[in-house]
């Protein structure tokens, strides 16, 4: 379930984390239901899907907005990839549906984990960003980057 307190204040990243995470629910509906095997992998797939294109997108505005930590947070995403390619390979090869649950489960820590900790730093940037433009001379200022 989405919290306030996820949103990075830019309207179109929060709307990708929201609906990573409306894809996190699903999956623990399917994990906890004891969906099928194919159904648990359709919908890891669609969850990393949307992270993909998230990760990417937020790769784009990083170099826009001239983000200070945008070549750790992009290693932070390939690392991030790399390890949810790992579990799903395992994920592939295990028989079991407690091992799908767990694997399942796995992923969706990881890529919550990282809008949690990694995502809420960039935020944190853009916020004291937005905060010293606001405080320039409204001659001066640069446009504000974040919409409340």
């Not at 949307?50 to 945008?70: G, I, M, S, V």
């Not at 799908?100 to 960003?129: P, T, V």
Request: with cysteine; charged share 30%; net charge neutral.
């Amino acid at each position: 379930m989405w919290r306030d307190n996820l949103n990075v204040n830019v309207p179109e990243i929060d709307k990708e984390h929201r609906q990573l995470v409306v894809h996190a629910s699903e999956l623990n509906r399917a994990i906890v239901q004891c969906a099928d095997k194919s159904t648990i992998k359709r919908l890891l797939d669609l969850m990393l899907m949307e992270a993909t294109r998230n990760f990417r997108h937020e790769q784009q505005l990083f170099e826009k907005w001239k983000y200070p930590d945008r070549v750790a947070h992009t290693l932070k995403h390939a690392q991030l990839s790399a390890q949810i390619e790992c579990v799903m390979r395992k994920f592939e090869l295990a028989d079991v549906s407690f091992t799908w649950a767990l694997k399942s489960l796995h992923i969706k820590q990881l890529l919550l984990d990282h809008l949690l900790k990694e995502d809420m730093k960039y935020r944190d940037f853009l916020e004291k960003l937005n905060g010293a433009n606001m405080c320039q001379d409204q001659s001066e200022a640069a446009p504000p980057l974040l919409i409340h």
